[in-house]
Each structure stands twice: as structure tokens, then as C-alpha cells.
């Protein structure tokens, strides 16, 4: 089979992509470092007969690569595949290795960007290639997309395109990206697939409490300080409604039958803590979440600052963003002032047939196993692909071993991504591709 040629170079090309430091700060006015690897994407593609579109937005280097594969029938939707190509940061002092240098060692491909996403950019990209140098038609059009600055919200990458080049993706319905197909051991060789079918919505806010300045030795009732450390402890401290969502009933409903422990719908945490160190991820999908990540005030050691920042990372449920947002407002109180970024919850069903399609191409390379639908606690460019109206799910599938804490290599130390994991997804995303 065609596909042997791209489990032979997707290990190659992930490690290559790994070696790119394609860092992502956040900072807009810092030079976006997604071109190298965007050029690299577009000279793998044209080198077996693409035309690829490279794309920068109005930021400097941030570099998006889009290439269009025509299927059998034109009349059909388009899939979109998408993967994007920045990182988060990594200090090399905290690491076995080096974070960009995609060593391969042990059974793993290991740096930053290894499961976030390099991974699926790497079987994504050999299986495009296979397919383009072996002709293969698929049933529809497939259109790939390999984009900027996802880790920042995509405002210079699929938000970007979406609203300038949104051509591009004429006719795409759906699609398939990130965090979703990997492998959850729920007994011995008992797997269940876990694909994203909603994920939650983002609210990055930015909290200011303003006081008097004043000599540090004297006394104070107007800290500005202390006010937002007072606001950001009762934010800590409060704990969100608990919402039983369809995708989490489904898919404890899944859990539940492969395991034979019942799922008892009135105590969904305790389903939850039952999946061990998955429960981090589905535990945030029970309820809206915000966790302070920044503070800043002060100046010197002597001095009470008149003002004082903070910035905090909300997450909150299908439907819940009004609620939220009050909630949010009501629990800071009216001596701290919001600002925010959001960006909104996507769902979709767990049915259909490019669902059907899903569960064919796992169970033929892992017959017994089962696809189950999840929400992501986080976000990705789904975010933005939607607001073309285009049904999404995270299908980037990865067959990991019983022991590996996937979910906190996802922005960590150390991450990496097995080789034999890398090479079944290729398989699986190969067979997929071509019954979609």
C-alpha cells in the first residue's frame, strides 16, 4: 500500500518541524517565527506536484500554507484538515533534552511541539504527500491548511484567513484538526478513541484594580494591591454550576459500558475521577474554570502602587457565556475593572458519516476499539473555521501506550510523541482520507 511511503518519512518530517523554532509569545509586536516552518510545509508539498498557497497576514512572519487535493466528487463538501504550525515557549534549562531539536530517542520524538501539534502537521503532510505522488482521488476535495499563531488565539493565522482570504476554503463543511482520536486504556486492552466533538469557549481577561500611592510604612486603606489580590482569592475560591453537557454524558455513557462500572448521571465527578489522569482534562469540562495565570503591581520595595494588573484564563461551557461573564463580574466586584478577549464555545453531534468513517479507519488498525466523543477543556481553530460554517472535530489519531500521561505533555516539560504512535496515526489518517 502508498501509505507505506508515508510511515516511512513521518517520523523525518516531524523531527524536522520539531527542529524549527516556531516559538509563539503572544506578543504582536514581536516577529512572528512561523515562516520557516510554513516555507518548509510548502517546499514539501510543491516537491511532489501541490501548488501551494503561502499566506502571510499583517503581521510579519507568520506564515500559513494552504494547498487544495480534488476528490471524486466536486459537488460534494470539501474537508478541511488544519494543524497549525507556532508553539508556546520552552526553557531549555527544564528539559532532558533540547526543546527544538526533535531528537528521536527511546521510542519517542521528543520537543516542543511534539503533541501540540508537529506531530499531526508531520502525518497530515505525509499523507498528502503519498497521496498526490501515487494519484490517489479522494471522494471529496481536501483542502490543507497549515497555519500561524493558533497558541495566540489565531488572530494571524486561521482568524485571519478566515476573514481576507476566506476563498481559500470555498466549499469546506467540515473538518478535522487537533487534540482528539487518541488512544484513552480503560482495562487490559480495553481502548476507547476519543474525538472532539465540542470545546469550550475562551475569555482572556484583564483585571486592573487602581488604589493611592503612598510611602510603604505608613498606613493604607486603599491598595490597590490588596484589592486585586482580595478579588482574585475569592475568584480562586469559587467554584462554577456543575453542568452536565452532552458530549460528557456520551461519553461517560461509552466509559461506563466498556468498563461495566456505572455512570450515575446525578454524580458525574465521581465518573470523572475515575479515569485517572484523563479526569484533569474532563474534570475542567463539568464546569466553567478561571485561573489567574499573570500579576503585576509595584515597583520598590517602600512604595504602594496606584495601580495593579493581573490577567486571568476563563474557560466556559456551550451556552454559559452570558452566565459567565456575570458571574465573573459579581465575584470581582465593582473596584476591579474587566477587559477581555474571547473567543466562543464550538459543538457539534457525534453522528454522521464522516464519523462512521472515523470509527472504520481505527477499528481496522485496532479491531475491538472504540470511538467516543469528548469536550476539550481548551480551544483551537476550530474557533474560527466555524464561523464559516464548518462542522469540526478533533481527529489526530494516536495509539498511545497504557502509562503515558498524554494530556500533561500538552504545553509541558519534556513533551514528546511515541514513534509508534506516529506511525499507526499515519495509517489510521491515511485510511480515513481516503473513505471520507
Not at 105 to 114: E, F, L, P, Q, S
Not at 204 to 228: Q, Y
Request: glycine letters at 8%; a negative charge; aromatic letters at 8%.
Amino acid at each position: 500500500m502508498s501509505v507505506e511511503k508515508a510511515v516511512a518519512e513521518v517520523v523525518t518530517l516531524a523531527s524536522e518541524l520539531i527542529a524549527i523554532d516556531t516559538t509563539n509569545v503572544g506578543d504582536p509586536t514581536t516577529l512572528g517565527r512561523e515562516r520557516a516552518a510554513a516555507e518548509y510545509v510548502a517546499a514539501k508539498l510543491s516537491e511532489v506536484g501541490y501548488e501551494p498557497t503561502y499566506v502571510e497576514s499583517g503581521a510579519r512572519g507568520r506564515g500559513n500554507v494552504v494547498a487544495r487535493l480534488p476528490g471524486a466528487d466536486p459537488a460534494r463538501g470539501a474537508l478541511l484538515v488544519h494543524g497549525h504550525l507556532d508553539v508556546v515557549p520552552a526553557d531549555p534549562a527544564e528539559w532532558s533534552v533540547h526543546p527544538f531539536s526533535g531528537e528521536v530517542r527511546d521510542g519517542y520524538v521528543w520537543g516542543r511541539g511534539a503533541v501540540d501539534m508537529k506531530d499531526v502537521v508531520a502525518m497530515t503532510l505525509a499523507v498528502a504527500r503519498s497521496f498526490k505522488r501515487d494519484g490517489v482521488v479522494p471522494p471529496r476535495d481536501l483542502i490543507f491548511a497549515f497555519l500561524a499563531d493558533e497558541e495566540a488565539g489565531g488572530f494571524y493565522g486561521a482568524r485571519w484567513l478566515v476573514d481576507n482570504r476566506p476563498e481559500l476554503f470555498e466549499g469546506a463543511t467540515e473538518a478535522i484538526s487537533e487534540v482528539g482520536g487518541f488512544s484513552v486504556t480503560l482495562a487490559d486492552d480495553v481502548r476507547a478513541y476519543l474525538v472532539e466533538t465540542a470545546e469550550k469557549g475562551v475569555m482572556w481577561l484583564r483585571l486592573l484594580a487602581r488604589g493611592t500611592a503612598g510611602h510603604g510604612s505608613m498606613l493604607h486603606e486603599d491598595n490597590a494591591v490588596a484589592k486585586l489580590a482580595a478579588a482574585i482569592t475569592r475568584l480562586e475560591r469559587h467554584r462554577f454550576p456543575l453542568v452536565l453537557t452532552e458530549p460528557v454524558r456520551e461519553l461517560l455513557t461509552g466509559v461506563a459500558e466498556l468498563t461495566g462500572v456505572p455512570f450515575d448521571p446525578d454524580d458525574p465527578e465521581a465518573a470523572v475521577a475515575r479515569l485517572g489522569n484523563l479526569s484533569r482534562m474532563i474534570g475542567a469540562t463539568l464546569r466553567d474554570t478561571a485561573n489567574v495565570t499573570m500579576f503585576e503591581a509595584g515597583y520598590k520595595a517602600n512604595v504602594v502602587p496606584s495601580v495593579a494588573r493581573a490577567t486571568v484564563d476563563g474557560r466556559m461551557l456551550p451556552g454559559r457565556e452570558k452566565a459567565f461573564e456575570a458571574e465573573l463580574a459579581e465575584i470581582l466586584g465593582p473596584e476591579i475593572v474587566l477587559e477581555w478577549d474571547s473567543l466562543p464555545p464550538v459543538q457539534t453531534t457525534f453522528d454522521g458519516a464522516l464519523v462512521e468513517a472515523m470509527a472504520a479507519a481505527v477499528t481496522a488498525e485496532d479491531p475491538g476499539a472504540r470511538v467516543l466523543p469528548y469536550m476539550l477543556s481548551a480551544g483551537t481553530d476550530a474557533k474560527s473555521f466555524q464561523r464559516l460554517g464548518v462542522r469540526h472535530f478533533g481527529f489526530s489519531p494516536l495509539k498511545l501506550p497504557p502509562d503515558l500521561d498524554f494530556t500533561a505533555l500538552f504545553h509541558g516539560v519534556d513533551e514528546r510523541v511515541p514513534v509508534d504512535a506516529l506511525e499507526f496515526g499515519t495509517r489510521v489518517l491515511d485510511r480515513f482520507l481516503r473513505a471520507c
